[in-house]
Structure formats: C-alpha cells, structure tokens
C-alpha cells in the first residue's frame, strides 16, 4: 500500500508559477507509475500528467502540454508538478496517484487546491 500527501498548492496570479510535491510512503514507491489528476469546481475529475517508475516517460493531457512538468525522486519517495504559465482554468484540486500497471489510478492522495486569479 501507499500513502500519498499533496503539499505547494496556493492562489497565484495568472502567468505565474507553482511546484506541486507528492510525498509517498513504502518501500515500493519506485516500482508505481504516478500521476496527477485536477478536479475544478463541477467537473469530473480529469488526467492531466504521469510519469514510468523510471521516469523515463512522461505523459501530458493536451491542455498542459508545455506548460506542466512533471518529474519524480526516487531516493525521496517524491513525485513533482511543476506548473508555469497559469491560466484560471487550472484553478482546481490537485491530486497525485499511484497508479497500476494500466496507468489507471491505483491511490489517491488528499489532494491540493490551486487557484489562479485573473
């Protein structure tokens, strides 16, 4: 099993930047694929980035493309989102998953709120 805790959430202006970590618990964190999920105000929660245990693949949905990052620490059980150029409608609840071996999200973590002003 893994533990997973969201922490770098905050208010920032439109154009600006924030870095999202995800701290796990367990031995087993490198073995899982991670990713990170949104979920605005009313909306299905949605994929916006993974990762391979190895890191050596990443994967984007379209709408952050170029504009999100995404990168893990094995050593330090942690998995980033680094965010630039905000736009409003990233405003929503962050959250990181461990996912299983089709990518689908095994376990959630409490997610982050990220709100973006215009």
């Known amino acids: 099993q893994v533990q997973l805790v969201e922490s770098g959430g905050g208010l920032v202006q439109a154009g600006g930047s924030l870095r999202l970590s995800c701290a796990a618990s367990g031995r087993t964190f490198s073995s899982y694929a991670m990713g990170w999920f949104r979920q605005a105000p009313g909306k299905e929660r949605e994929f916006v980035a993974a990762?391979?245990?190895?890191?050596?693949?990443?994967y984007y949905a379209d709408s952050v493309k170029g504009r999100f990052t995404i990168s893990r620490d094995n050593a330090k059980n942690t998995v980033y989102l680094q965010m630039n150029s905000l736009k409003p409608e990233d405003t929503a609840v962050y959250y990181c998953?461990?996912?299983?071996?089709?990518?689908?999200?095994?376990?959630w973590g409490q997610g982050t709120q990220v709100t973006v002003s215009s």
């Open positions: 998953a461990a996912l299983k071996d089709d990518y689908s999200p095994g376990y």
């Open positions: 990762i391979s245990w190895s890191g050596g693949s990443t």
